[in-house]
């Protein structure tokens, strides 16, 4: 038989002989111990997966993560053997789907796939949360990436950040700039510029973001931090004036657009993402071969054109760079709220 299974033997007569011998052979079975810890790992993830796998959605089906985990889910069926079932658990902004996958058992059969979010901004955000964030899950994959656009009403007399910003600091509390709520993606967005530039906004919140956008073609708010995709057809019509985007490189969508970070201010970045995470305990391996099927199906040209649609770019982050990013994330956002108030 292989040498992984003489392993296995020998943690089990390891084992026995701790039983027997009692405390002389500790240091020599939890030797062994070790390369069994491998042993059972790996025929795990050899093995894994023997049933369905489940994969959690916050938002109900045609939102946005919904578009996106769907096609990865239908790929992911036929490299691992088994299928791949999308469960919508909508509700608390992805909280309850959250909670769900929180709760499961880390077996790499309950999945969450959801907005960056959802996980590092939000739990700074609410007083009590029904679960930790950074100890209730563990990042399989990054999948995407996609930076925001910050735009302003054309007859705001700014053509750059460099204006915007010196005309906020000669009107403090006047510019007003539009969100599709408090704590949204958008209203961060505003926060840290209005944090990093030392500039007074006044905050507009909205129940979608689609209501800010009417009103700021329609003259009633200043500025928005917005989608690049939606909000690109209104910028060829001249509706809008297009500035800057927030990631740290020009986006595909309009490479002419200028980054905030280099119009300026430095070390402004806000780049929207999605993952796919597992719940804490996991084991490692299991982690790693979703990972590497999640990679080769994010691979495919149809996902390419169905991101490029969307406005975003294919992100395939190894385990270690989810975790990474996962963190610099949360942190960034728990001292932005804590700055903010």
């Known amino acids: 038989m292989p040498v992984r299974e003489s392993q296995c033997e020998n943690v089990a007569r390891a084992r026995w002989r701790r039983e027997i011998a009692g405390p002389a052979v500790v240091a020599v079975v939890a030797i062994v111990g070790m390369a069994g810890l491998d042993c059972v790992e790996s025929a795990h993830a050899q093995t894994f997966p023997v049933k369905p796998i489940r994969l ?15 096609p990865i889910a239908a790929r992911m069926g ?3 053997g088994q299928q791949v079932v999308v469960d919508n658990r909508p509700g608390a902004t992805g909280l309850i789907a959250n909670e769900y996958v929180a709760r499961a058992v880390g077996d790499g059969y309950t999945l969450l796939a959801a907005p960056s979010s959802s996980l590092t901004s939000i739990p700074h955000l609410r007083l009590k949360m029904p679960y930790d964030a950074m100890r209730d899950f563990v990042p399989v994959i990054q999948i995407n990436a996609f930076p925001q656009v910050l ?3 054309p007859v705001v007399p700014v053509k750059s950040v460099k204006d915007l910003i ?11 700039f539009g969100s599709s709520g408090v704590g949204s ?4 967005a505003g926060e840290l510029f209005k944090t990093m530039a030392r500039v007074d906004m006044l905050h507009v919140p909205y129940k979608g973001g689609n209501l800010a956008l009417t009103d700021l073609i329609g003259g009633r708010l200043d500025l928005i931090f ?5 909000a690109q057809p209104q910028g ?24 905030v970070d280099e119009s300026g201010l430095r070390g402004y970045e806000v780049t929207g993402w999605h993952g796919i995470f597992a719940p804490a305990g996991t084991p490692r391996d299991v982690v790693e071969r979703l990972n590497s099927v ?7 040209r149809e996902i390419g054109e169905l991101w490029a649609s969307q406005g975003m770019a294919v992100v395939a982050t190894t385990p270690a760079e989810s975790i990474k990013r996962y963190h610099d994330d949360y942190a960034k956002y728990e001292k932005l709220v804590k700055t903010v108030g």
């Open 185 to 188: 993606a958008f209203h961060l």
């Open 78 to 80: 036929e490299p691992l």
């Open 226 to 230: 917005y989608s690049l995709a939606v």
């Open 151 to 153: 735009l302003v009403n």
């Open 294 to 300: 999640i990679a080769k199906v994010l691979a495919t």
């Open 166 to 176: 010196a005309l906020a600091r000669a009107k403090p509390g006047v510019l007003s």
């Open 236 to 259: 060829r019509a001249g509706k809008l004036r297009a500035i800057a985007v927030t990631g740290l490189k020009r986006d595909a969508l309009q490479p002419d657009l200028p980054t």
């Open 56 to 70: 959690v959605l916050g938002f109900p089906p045609g939102t946005n993560v919904d578009i996106l985990a769907r």
